[in-house]
């Protein structure tokens, strides 16, 4: 069955440090992949997407991915975070027309 | 606001009663997707319509669950005879036609509590 393993279920950081959230899913074929994001308060939004092409992608508030086919890797990153960083990011794949998220992974920022 | 909505936000139920929720989604968007989202996990699929055609069920969506997009826009899910498992919180997103299809934009939400 598809899945979407994150590593870290909890992150701590201060500002203007560097971030690397870890991504691996399991599915041979052809998929399209996602970073979801959630602010507290508010509802699940679109971070950044992968569909082909360049598999380093860049998304909203300075966030990119890496795509890396030969490990099944999809890991987000920001080379410098803000407080309003703050929130719960799900990595996700889709190989047909549903999503399948990983678990989750919450950052926390400390100013 | 022109994004996905969801009512109500919040539902309160004892054990064995039925509820409904019900998803507006965005304006044009054909295909409409239910999920569920329980405390500590990602948001699980459990059914799809593209228009009025239901195109794929979860396991998850048990015989107790029914989910309806009668005339191709807003959708209902029903559960039959609740169950406490049956807390979570109940997603629905929709997607536009063509290539990026699956790009699905999300609704806030319906947090079920069942006592």
């Known amino acids: 069955a598809q899945s979407v393993s994150q590593h870290n279920h909890h992150v701590i950081l201060s500002e203007a440090a560097s971030l690397e959230l870890g991504c691996n899913y399991s599915?041979?074929?052809?998929?399209?992949l996602f970073w979801y994001v959630q602010y507290p308060g508010q509802h699940l939004q679109l971070l950044l997407k992968y569909f082909s092409g360049d598999p380093l992608v860049k998304g909203i508030k300075g966030f990119e991915a890496e795509f890396i086919k030969s490990k099944f890797s999809f890991n987000l990153r920001k080379p410098s975070v803000q407080w309003s960083d703050t929130a719960e990011y799900f990595c996700?794949?889709?190989?047909?027309?549903?999503?399948?998220f990983g678990k989750g992974t919450r950052l926390h920022i400390l100013p | 606001d022109t994004g996905v909505s969801q009512n109500p936000r919040h539902k309160i139920t004892k054990r064995g009663q039925n509820v409904t929720f019900r998803c507006d989604p965005i304006s044009e968007h054909n295909r409409l997707y239910w999920y569920r989202q329980t405390l500590g996990q990602g948001p699980e699929f459990l059914t799809y319509?593209?228009?009025?055609?239901?195109?794929?069920k979860s396991r998850l969506l048990s015989d107790r669950f029914s989910a309806e997009r009668p005339k191709g826009s807003f959708s209902t899910l029903e559960i039959q005879r609740t169950e406490q498992g049956d807390s979570a919180m109940y997603l629905c997103?929709?997607?536009?036609?063509?290539?990026?299809?699956?790009?699905?934009?999300f609704g806030p939400g319906t947090r079920l509590t069942v006592l």
């Open positions: 997103a929709s997607s536009p036609p063509g290539y990026s299809y699956n790009e699905q934009f």
């Open positions: 599915y041979g074929g052809t998929v399209n």
């Open positions: 996700a794949v889709s190989p047909d027309d549903k999503i399948i």
């Open positions: 319509f593209q228009n009025e055609a239901q195109l794929e």
